[in-house]
T-cell receptor, first 111, second 111 residues
Framework: KAGVTQTPRYLIKTRGQQVTLSCSPI?????VSWYQQTPGQGLQFLFE???????NKGNFPGRFSGRQFSNSRSEMNVSTLELGDSALYLC??????????FGQGTRLTVV | GENVEQHPSTLSVQEGDSAVIKCTYS??????FPWYKQELGKRPQLIID?????GEKKDQRIAVTLNKTAKHFSLHITETQPEDSAVYFC??????????FGTGTSLTVIP
């Protein structure tokens, strides 16, 4: 069974640009969550999608948004990038409540 | 919202000794407590989890205990091996798949 796949693995963007990250969950999983991981703040919850609906949202500005498609694949978008957005962005998929499996992450560097 | 505290932040043990990592949570509605292991440059991997209707769970050398009254849970690794060296994260979750993570424990097993 294929795991959670995130693309791209690495990204370098300039301040002010926008970026879209993609996550394909494990087949059959309908819940996809996104997390930002930084050395200073650890793992912080961004949002969760279930059956194309945002079910939970963390404390991030509106520049961070996401969506989920009918095949459960999810994308997150960050607009007007800031230097502080440099981080590892992880998505996790779940079949039901709990037991979340993480992808390899997308390393975003904003210069 | 939920607040998860994790201690210690770093832990060094001799190979063969036991390691214990402790976490506390604040929201009594949290009912699922996973533990993740993250090696350098890799994704967090679920190593064990426990739900609030269980007090203890064991999987070979790894065990987790939960005290709902005191709102704390612990990870126990026995007979540690060098390959156990990694960063370990505890997390708490209520409804949905929104996880609140501890700040991580960097475990070093000295051969």
């Amino acid at each position: 069974k294929a795991g959670v796949t995130q693309t791209p693995r690495y990204l370098i963007k300039t301040r002010g640009q926008q970026v879209t990250l993609s996550c394909s969950p494990i087949s059959g999983h309908r819940s996809v969550s996104w997390y930002q991981q930084t050395p200073g703040q650890g793992l912080q919850f961004l949002f969760e999608y279930f059956s194309e609906t945002q079910r939970n949202k963390g404390n991030f500005p509106g520049r961070f948004s996401g969506r989920q498609f009918s095949n459960s694949r999810s994308e997150m978008n960050v607009s007007t990038l800031e230097l502080g957005d440099s981080a590892l962005y992880l998505c996790a998929s779940s079949l039901f409540a709990g037991e979340a499996f993480f992808g390899q992450g997308t390393r975003l560097t904003v210069v | 919202g939920e607040n998860v505290e994790q201690h210690p932040s770093t832990l060094s043990v001799q190979e063969g000794d036991s390691a214990v990592i402790k976490c506390t949570y604040s929201d009594s509605a949290s009912n699922y407590f996973p533990w993740y292991k993250q090696e350098l440059g890799k994704r967090p991997q679920l190593i064990i989890d426990i739900r609030s209707n269980v007090g203890e769970k064991k999987d070979q050398r790894i065990a987790v205990t939960l005290n709902k009254t005191a709102k704390h849970f612990s990870l126990h690794i026995t007979e540690t091996q060098p390959e156990d060296s990694a960063v370990y994260f505890c997390a708490a979750s209520g409804t949905g798949n929104q996880f609140y993570f501890g700040t991580g424990t960097s475990l070093t097993v000295i051969p």
